[in-house]
């Protein structure tokens, strides 16, 4: 594995300047995990240098043989997938089995990825004019800065550098302070599988602001490719105008997960709990953050989720059989209870959990009781704003019309769910929905085959799917006169 004390630039593993060093810390006893290199501007200075040294050569390697040096990472990870696991494990929280599908899951983007660089072709476009010809073809847009969050310590990573390596850019990656542990044993084994040095970086450093002044606004970064919060993507997005540097956003979302009367019940029942509880804990941009539940069905429905809710079994991510690990920090875990009791204090009811969890194995973690809240209306703050924790929030409607408006009543647009057994409300519903991503009687999110991002505030962009290349490219038109 990685000296996950060292940070990866050029091809070499690299101290801070002056040794600089900030606590990774396992969220679920607070023990410190690693002590990790902090970056500053010297290693801004040093990383962007070498991507664009590394970008000339890189750029005009074969898109296959570019895509045999992908698939040996792919493979590679595939080797190391439990160890990648336990990585994220410790420095992330979620379950260990949960971990486990998310490496397998992420390491598929470079094979995804490595086909299509072989697929970026062009066009040759009919001329108007006898004595000239057209032709367009896509170019690697140069380096690219790419700055991840905590909650998918491997599959924010690879969903970006893949399409970007494969296209044939090179990259700087600024991993989430929380979780830099999985990004720097994805570099060892790009440095393994045989990149050339300076195509892949990884700078770590806890001084997100100064990223944001340097490494973002560097005159030699063509491309950001950030996934995190809407407001600090609007940060970047501001000081990204000075220069126009091209953006792809992931960011923020306010899921609806909505049950018709005639849904197939218990399949929505086992949607609903796994959309909310069990990616993450509820700490993913496309969990369902909003359940909509038709009235003829709530009486059944709600008893039935909140017995569902209860069987599931928080604990530390070793633990075997655990379903809901630690929350990432106290001010993650402060803000799901406080909107919670927010709720509470608007009217909504409590029916489930909804609490700390201090006692014996929790003691020294961020656990927190899975929420359940009945009577919510729109207007409360869990409704409008994005939980990002252990907390369901159950809304009842009358009709179809009435609950796409209301679905579709929020800033963002990145994922939402419903489960209908009418195929004619099924296309109807699919259609109207303001989102990037429509769960229709499905509850699994995407694969990579197909683009992923975000509608309204939740994003710029599209990740996975032909898209997701086609994001880390240029588009040229040549004209050529034959005289
Ligand atoms: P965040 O605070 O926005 O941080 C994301 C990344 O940006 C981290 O690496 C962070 O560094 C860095 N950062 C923070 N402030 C910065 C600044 N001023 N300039 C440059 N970089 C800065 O988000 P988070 O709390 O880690 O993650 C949760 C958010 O991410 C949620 O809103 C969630 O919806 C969103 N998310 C979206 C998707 C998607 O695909 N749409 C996927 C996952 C998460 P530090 O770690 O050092 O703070
Ligand atoms: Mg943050």
Known sequence: MADLERMYINGEWVHADAGATFDVKNPADGSIVAKVA??????????????????????????KDRGSLLLKVQELMQERRDELARLVTLENGKPFEEAKKEVQFALGYFGWFAEEARRMSGEWIPSPQPSKRYWVLRQPI???????????????????????????????????????????????????????????????????????????????????????STDVGKGIMETAAKQV?????????????????????????????????????????????RIYVQRGIAERFIPAFVEAVAKL????????????????????????????EDAVKHGAKLVSGGRYLTDGAYAKGFFYAPAVLTGVSDDMAIAQEEIFGPAAPLLVFDTEEEVVQRANATKFGLAAYFYTR??????????????????????????????????KESGLGREGGHEGIAEYTEVKSVVVNLG
């Open 313 to 340: 079994k928080v604990a530390p991510g070793f633990e075997p059989g655990a379903q809901i690990g630690p929350l990432i920090n106290e001010e993650t875990r402060a803000k799901v209870h406080s909107l919670v």
């Open 38 to 63: 902090n970056g500053a501007g010297p290693e801004i200075q040093r990383a962007v240098t070498a991507a664009h040294a590394a970008f000339r050569e890189w750029s005009v390697l074969a898109p």
């Open 245 to 289: 540097t091209r953006l792809s956003f992931e960011l923020g979302g306010n899921a609806p997960f909505i049950v018709f009367d005639d849904a197939d019940f218990q399949a929505a029942l086992e949607g609903a709990v796994a959309m909310k509880f069990l990616r993450v804990g509820g700490q993913s941009c496309i969990c369902a953050n």
């Open 142 to 228: 140069g380096p690219v800065a790419a700055v991840t969050p905590w909650n998918f310590p491997a599959t924010m990573v690879t969903r970006k550098i893949a399409p970007a390596l494969a296209a044939g850019c090179t990259v700087v990656l600024k991993p989430a302070s929380a979780t830099p542990l999985t990004a720097l044993a994805i570099a060892r084994i790009t440095e393994v599988a045989g990149l050339p040095k300076g195509v892949f970086n990884v700078l770590t450093t806890n001084r997100s602001r100064l990223v944001g002044a340097e490494l973002l606004t560097h005159p030699l970064i063509r491309k950001i490719g950030f996934t995190g």
């Open 422 to 455: 009418d195929l004619a409300r099924l296309v109807r519903v699919a259609e109207q929905l303001e989102y990037g991503l429509v769960g229709a009687n499905d509850a699994t999110g995407y694969t990579h085959e197909i683009p992923f991002g975000g509608f």
